[in-house]
């Protein structure tokens, strides 16, 4: 959803984003050309995607015009949000790799190495100063984010590792993860 829970985003593999009000269920715009994964910016305005076709793109929200496509994943992006401040995008990629962007300029910032397998969420912190991202190594990395030091990696799971999140309070205190082990930690 974006900030004011009026409209809602989604990604689908027919190669659209859309974009919903809530309300009515009315489609107000699409967006073509990316399949995985779409998000909001914390102010509503922008609306960035992830795709098999291994970019990256930001969007205007209200005219749905593309403004940016961010290119260096070297697989299919599986995940990209925006950072609590909207400054900058985590992305999660089939490469095992997380990529920090610039949000205005699309200048990639980092490059966030150490998952085996598939990275298939990254998200930040609520302080934006921390990553988590969830792999089908079976493992959740806690990362810095602005210095790309790998800080954690939780382990527990039995099987592939499809999300994980941090906690909404302040501090983010807490991950929620979810598996195909048919468990959430």
Not at 8 to 21: N, P
Not at 170 to 182: E, F, N, T, Y
């Amino acid at each position: 959803p974006d900030p004011d829970g009026k409209r809602i985003v989604s990604a689908s593999l027919d190669k659209t984003v859309r974009v919903w009000d809530v309300e009515t269920g009315e489609m107000l715009q699409t967006l073509e050309g990316h399949t995985s994964h779409a998000a909001f910016s914390p102010d509503g305005k922008r609306i960035v995607s992830a795709s098999s076709d291994k970019t990256v793109r930001i969007w205007d929200a209200e005219t749905g015009a593309a403004l940016r496509t961010l290119e260096g994943h070297t697989d299919w992006v599986t995940s990209a949000a925006f950072s609590p401040d909207g400054k900058r995008i985590v992305s999660a990629s089939w490469d095992n790799t997380v990529h920090i962007w610039d949000a205005e300029t699309g200048e990639a910032l980092q490059t966030l190495e150490g998952h085996t397998s598939v990275v298939c969420s990254a998200a930040f912190s609520p302080d934006g100063k921390r990553i988590v991202s969830a792999s089908t190594d079976h493992t959740i990395r806690i990362w810095n984010a602005e210095t790309d030091a790998a800080l954690r990696t939780l382990e527990g799971h039995t099987n592939e590792v499809y999300s994980a999140v941090f906690s909404p309070d302040p501090d983010g205190k807490r991950i929620v993860s979810a598996s195909l082990d048919k468990t959430v930690r």
